[in-house]
């Protein structure tokens, strides 16, 4: 009985030993009397008890790394607080199993060294604005150093930057400094273009009043001078009229009456005005001669008023 149960045990720790179960994103490195032997993968796994080892066991997921914080110094000598975090991959097991002693030191270590190198380079202001490329020159650095030890690093991003106190406040004066230049600068830019479109509105005003009184004037010009015209061509229609009157029979004695009675009006007139004094003609016949010498004068111009009618 006793030997049975001896057996069952020493069968129980042979299967224990030769039948390893891997489970997925590991890998497991096998030693064989201390050599490398093989890399287990995912699944039911076989091994050579008490011959074969487990010696590594790695996870293939990505892992997220905490760079410890530590000072930096910049291009104008300036020290700022930085910490980050990596992210990297086991990429080769039997690389990452032999090919460092503590690859998460090793990388931790390079990733601090070569991020003291990058920031050094850079000034204050620019750390600030860089922080791509700081994690691109890092991730860069500790990939190619990382590949002989089975490592992908991934890619690295800076947590915070923090610069030293009297630093943060010259920076925050600087912000509100330049704020205000702003609003000054806005300020003056509307007030400059409040200007420019009361400039504009009153030139534009001023053009559409003188246009509106230069197109005043042309019209009154025009008014004007169709008026004269109008005149002048009754005034050629009524001579016109008067002279074939006059051609007419008893054409004439009607002008020597109307002669006539503008002179009677014409004593008339100033016999009613106190303050005229009239000398009356001893011989009457001088109002005939007036008659007569007016009807000369009609019959003068007859001759050019008919011509002056037949031109219009």
Known sequence: ??????????????????????????AWVVERLGKYHATLSPGLNFLVPFIDRVAYKHSLKEIPLDVPSQVCITRDNTQLQVDGILYFQVTDPMRASYGSSNYVT????????????????????????????????????????????GVKVLRYEIKDLTPPNEILRSMQAQITAEREKRAVI?????????????????????????????????????????????????T???????????????????????????AVDAYANLAQDANTTLVVPSNMTEVSALVSSAMKMVQATRGGDADAARRL
């Open 1 to 26: 009985m006793e030997i049975a149960l001896i057996i069952v045990i020493i069968v129980a720790i042979f299967i224990v030993r030769s039948v390893k179960v891997v489970p997925q994103q590991n």
């Open 106 to 149: 090793a990388i931790t270590q390079l990733a601090q060294t070569t991020l003291r190198s990058v920031i050094g380079k850079l000034e204050l202001d620019k750390t600030f604005e860089e922080r791509d490329i700081i994690n691109a020159k890092v991730v860069e650095a500790i990939d190619e150093a990382a590949l002989n030890w």
């Open 236 to 262: 050629a229609l009524a001579i016109a009229r008067i002279g074939a009157s006059i051609r007419e029979p008893g054409g004439e004695q009607a002008v020597q009456l109307k002669v006539a009675e503008k």
């Open 186 to 234: 806005a300020t003056s830019e509307g007030k400059r273009q409040e200007q420019i479109n009361l400039a504009d509105g009153m030139k534009q005003a001023a053009i559409a009043k003188s246009e509106g009184e230069k197109q005043a004037a042309i019209n009154t010009a025009q008014g004007e001078a169709a008026a004269i015209t109008e005149v002048a061509n009754a």
